[in-house]
T-cell receptor
Framework: SQQGEEDPQALSIQEGENATMNCSYK?????LQWYRQNSGRGLVHLIL?????REKHSGRLRVTLDTSKKSSSLLITASRAADTASYFC????????????FGRGTQLTVWP | DTAVSQTPKYLVTQMGNDKSIKCEQN?????MYWYKQDSKKFLKIMFS???????INETVPNRFSPKSPDKAHLNLHINSLELGDSAVYFC?????????????FGPGTRLTVL
């Protein structure tokens, strides 16, 4: 079964606006990661948050993790047209082998 | 360029054929993976090798056979291709096998089975 359910499935915003994407999961985790996939390309790692962390920042990205609710959010501030992509969360389900379980992603479209 | 590379980028073939996809990473990583992404963008892990040894083998038909000749290469051979094998296959690598490792993805191989 899939781990990581992103919502919304699609998000459309104007440049300069903030974009918030959410992810829920079902099992305990060691870490949660967010990846971006541009159309027709491979995934690119954005940020990793450990289970004992609540918030992490990287440039215009802010990730939160609530292990009690088994959910995470990715906030992109001051979005740009170049941020248009699919965004995936991935968890390890507590595995020590490095396997990642991905959700179906949020398709973000940023209009200029 | 340091990267994860895959060949071919596109593969169109008939049902019943056998095909291979090759993956190479020059990042010096110990661990490599194969993922399958379906038409709805759902990405599912298939296999993982750590230092040439198989460490993850998800529920994948045994028509799929990975081979790692060295830790920089992980190839995927598929026998008797079926329509349902049509997907984008991604190779990835990470420094180590444990949790907390960022994975670096190749550009993908789009396989179409006719």
């Amino acid at each position: 079964s899939q781990q990581g359910e992103e919502d919304p499935q699609a998000l459309s915003i104007q440049e300069g606006e903030n974009a918030t994407m959410n992810c829920s999961y079902k099992t305990s985790i060691n870490n949660l990661q967010w990846y971006r996939q541009n159309s027709g390309r491979g995934l690119v790692h954005l940020i990793l948050i450990r289970s004992n962390e609540r918030e992490k920042h990287s440039g215009r990205l802010r990730v939160t993790l609530d292990t009690s609710k088994k959910s995470s959010s990715l906030l992109i501030t001051a979005s740009r047209a170049a941020d248009t992509a699919s965004y995936f969360c991935a968890t390890d389900r507590g595995s020590t082998l490095g396997r990642l379980y991905f959700g179906r992603g949020t398709q973000l479209t940023v209009w200029p | 360029d340091t990267a994860v590379s895959q060949t071919p980028k596109y593969l169109v073939t008939q049902m019943g054929n056998d095909k291979s996809i090759k993956c190479e990473q020059n990042l010096g990583h110990d661990t490599m993976y194969w993922y399958k992404q379906d038409s709805k963008k759902f990405l599912k892990i298939m296999f993982s090798y750590n230092n040439k040894e198989l460490i993850i083998n998800e529920t994948v038909p045994n028509r799929f056979s990975p081979k790692s000749p060295d830790k920089a290469h992980l190839n995927l051979h598929i026998n008797s291709l079926e329509l349902g094998d049509s997907a984008v296959y991604f190779c990835a690598s990470s420094p180590l096998a444990g949790p907390g490792n960022e994975q670096f993805f190749g550009p993908g191989t789009r396989l179409t089975v006719l």
